[in-house]
């Protein structure tokens, strides 16, 4: 992947969240990758991060903004394979961020 800073961000990103609880009761989710351009790389990430960690279950979420030009708080993998890095730094680091992002499941 290279990086590029003249690339826009898309309106809406991709991602892989990992979801922990009961299926009754309290959950927690927390972000697993970085974002991408596409719903196929987010897949792919997602089916890497289930053979990797069979015992966690992943979903991808989409996430839109309506700031144009697109700012996130992640760096996101574009469909080419260009990084669009984030202006505010890329906030994860491990993981269990997941701040920064508007989420609902896809």
Not at 9 to 33: C, K
Not at 41 to 64: D, H, P
Request: proline share 5%; glycine share 8%.
């Amino acid at each position: 992947m290279s990086s590029e800073n003249h690339t826009t961000a898309p309106l809406d990103v991709f991602y892989v969240v990992e979801t922990t609880g009961q299926v009754s009761g309290e959950r927690h989710h927390r972000l697993s990758s970085l974002l991408f351009e596409t719903p196929s790389q987010a897949n792919k990430e997602r089916t890497r991060l289930q053979i990797t960690n069979a015992r966690g279950t992943f979903s991808v979420w989409k996430g839109t903004t309506y700031v144009e030009p697109a700012e996130w708080s992640y760096d996101v993998v574009m469909a080419d394979g260009t990084v669009v890095r984030s202006r505010r730094g890329n906030l994860l680091r491990g993981p269990d961020t997941g701040e920064g992002v508007v989420c609902r499941p896809r």
